[in-house]
């Protein structure tokens, strides 16, 4: 009877072990834990275009979802959300999935914007490296309702904008391609040449919105010409590379992007350095050589963005003798 005892007594240790087991596994039931794939990525689409949102869920057994838009809840109960872009801006969508074991939410930014890329702008009959800049008596030409200014004169002279799909790398003097941006790469990419020539009287490169409105822009993005990396980099017999005759020297090249309002009244400005040798520790001196997006938010609501170059390096006559050109593309407007 004893024996019989111990083996009960037995039994039920381990069937209570297991059942304790079992409820601790209960507890142990995470909460959901909501993410995107590429999270950091920004969303941006155009008028017109579906925007398909699908957040990942670690855990969703029988998860509830709720979807908002700019803070209005959305009659979408599933974990995916398909909507139309229909009007420019930046929408907030809110997604939560709440599960008997807890919850958890993310905030999803959207921006709808109008691209200004010149991929379909570029002249017929142009092919693959060739460049476009304007013809003789227009002043400029027109893009997702803005217009750019160009002006090319009777000797072939030029300021303003053009347009070209040259890209090169090359940094031998003689063979750099006129009117190419520095990509190492070879893409059919369009862009725009900016040009404004050093010591010229004539009208800043600008663009302007033809509505005659005011417009809030998102960025832009900029490079330097091949031309310009190899002046900057090397230099030639009319012009001393950056930091010369020492790395440290503080030499710097920049443009300014001017934002005027509607009324003609200048709203603000931003600066970015195509090369910037002023820093203490030259490993930091840079040249651009790559496509960098440039923020233009804090320009606030303009009509009209005007570029202008300037530099340290000038001649006797405080004339700026740095590359009077650069590239952009991808102007990205948010309203």
């Known amino acids: 009877m004893q024996y019989r005892h111990r083996f009960l007594f037995l039994v039920f240790l381990a069937v209570s072990a297991l059942f304790f087991a079992c409820e601790e596994e209960v507890k142990q039931i995470p909460s959901p834990e909501i993410y995107l794939a590429n999270q950091d990525a920004e969303i941006e689409m155009s008028i017109g275009d579906t925007i398909t949102l699908e957040p990942k869920i670690t855990y969703n057994v029988d998860a509830r979802y709720e979807w908002r838009k700019n803070n209005e809840r959305l009659e979408n109960n599933t974990q995916i959300l ?3 872009a229909t009007q420019l801006g930046r929408m907030e969508y809110f997604f939560s999935a709440t599960t008997p074991y807890g919850s958890d939410s993310i905030t999803i930014p959207v921006d709808v914007i109008i691209m200004a890329d010149f991929s379909d702008l570029f002249p017929e009959n142009f092919k693959n490296d ?23 004169n009777a000797d072939s002279t030029w300021s303003g904008f053009g347009l070209s799909n040259i890209q090169s790398n090359i940094q031998t003097e003689e063979t750099i391609p006129q009117n190419s941006v520095y990509n190492p790469s070879s893409s059919n990419n369009v862009f725009s040449v900016v040009r404004h020539p050093n010591g010229s009287n004539q009208p800043l490169p600008s663009i302007t919105f033809e509505d005659g409105q005011n417009h809030r822009l998102k960025s832009i993005e900029i490079n330097n010409t091949t031309f310009g990396v190899f002046l900057l980099k090397h230099g030639n017999e009319s012009f001393q590379r950056m930091g010369y005759p020492v790395s440290t020297d503080p030499d710097w090249f ?3 992007i001017t934002g005027i309002d509607a009324s003609g009244t200048i709203v603000n400005r931003q600066d970015f350095f195509l090369a910037d040798y002023r820093f203490d520790n030259k490993k930091r001196d840079y040249i651009v050589d790559s496509w960098t997006s440039v923020d233009l938010t804090s320009l606030g609501a303009v009509n009209q963005l005007q570029f202008s170059l300037s530099s340290n390096k000038t001649n006797e006559s405080g004339e700026m003798i740095t590359p009077e050109t650069f590239c952009i593309d991808n ?3 948010l309203n």
């Open 82 to 84: 398909k909507d139309t």
């Open 254 to 256: 920049k443009v300014t």
């Open 130 to 152: 060739s460049s476009w800049i304007g013809a003789v008596d227009e002043t400029g030409f027109s893009y997702k309702e803005i217009f750019f200014t160009t002006q090319l």
């Open 331 to 333: 102007i990205k407007v």
